[in-house]
């Protein structure tokens, strides 16, 4: 199985540390925050990621190199300046990615997902007629109205008030899920999941493990103190 980390995103949020280094590369206990990543993935198995980036991406390819620090086989996927999207980002790596279901991480959060649960995900796509797999997490302070709702059996719904919970940014998803997205398009994935949940064919998990959405410098402060707690 591949794997995609996303780290096409400007970063507005994270500015002035973002407008000269990509968010992706901004150091977390001694790594760069998609390094966790990397490290991850190469204990859970992983041999080939594809990245794609936009913003600063030269130093991105610069920092990491073809993977070989990290044990581990990497592309990438080059997008404009501006950005492509989620979906739009993904649709543009299929061919990098294959025609097997696939695992995506949000490069912009901190987890302690069990990566190595996505090769018997993927398989179970492949073998049933849903399309996505996500990860859901309890809703932080800043998004406390959520994404989706999920059911004892797994089945992943709209957002019900009090009972949604917030996407994580990780999932396992089938190609076909991006088949109508042009190559080189700006595309979301928000409406690609809500047409898939509306036929039944997405389902996930609850997490509660460690989750952080690193997308603020407020919030990287806090997954410093993760690692170097005061």
């Known amino acids: 199985m591949k794997a995609m980390i996303l780290a096409a995103g400007r970063g507005e949020r994270m500015r002035p540390l ?10 977390v206990g001694g790594l760069p925050l998609i ?25 991105i390819e610069t920092a990491l190199g073809n993977g070989q620090e990290y044990g ?21 790596a299929l061919p990098l990615l294959g025609d097997k279901p696939f695992l995506v991480i949000n490069g912009d959060v901190l987890t ?9 995900i993927g398989n179970y796509l ?16 800043h998004h406390p109205q959520g994404d989706f709702s999920l059911t004892a059996a797994g089945d992943v719904g709209k957002q019900i008030p009090e ?18 997205i042009r190559v080189h398009t700006r595309a979301k994935l928000a409406p690609l999941l809500h047409s898939a949940i509306e036929a039944g064919r997405v389902k996930g998990e609850h997490h509660h493990g460690l989750w952080l959405d690193v997308g603020t410098v407020e919030r990287l402060e806090q997954a410093n103190k993760l690692f170097c707690p005061s």
């Open 163 to 180: 009972q949604s919970l917030t996407f994580s940014g990780v999932g396992v998803y089938q190609p076909s899920l991006f088949s109508q």
């Open 112 to 120: 302690d997902i069990d990566f190595q649960q996505a090769v018997n």
């Open 35 to 59: 390094g966790h990543h990397l490290q991850r993935l190469q204990l859970a198995g992983f041999h080939d990621v594809v990245i794609n980036h936009a913003w600063l991406g030269s130093k």
């Open 18 to 27: 973002t407008d000269i280094c990509p968010k992706p590369l901004l150091n």
């Open 72 to 92: 581990i086989n990497i592309t990438y996927s080059p997008e404009t300046s501006g950005g492509l999207e989620t979906a739009g980002g993904i649709a543009t």
């Open 126 to 141: 492949e073998n049933s007629n849903a399309l996505a797999y996500l990860w859901l997490v309890d809703n932080p302070d």
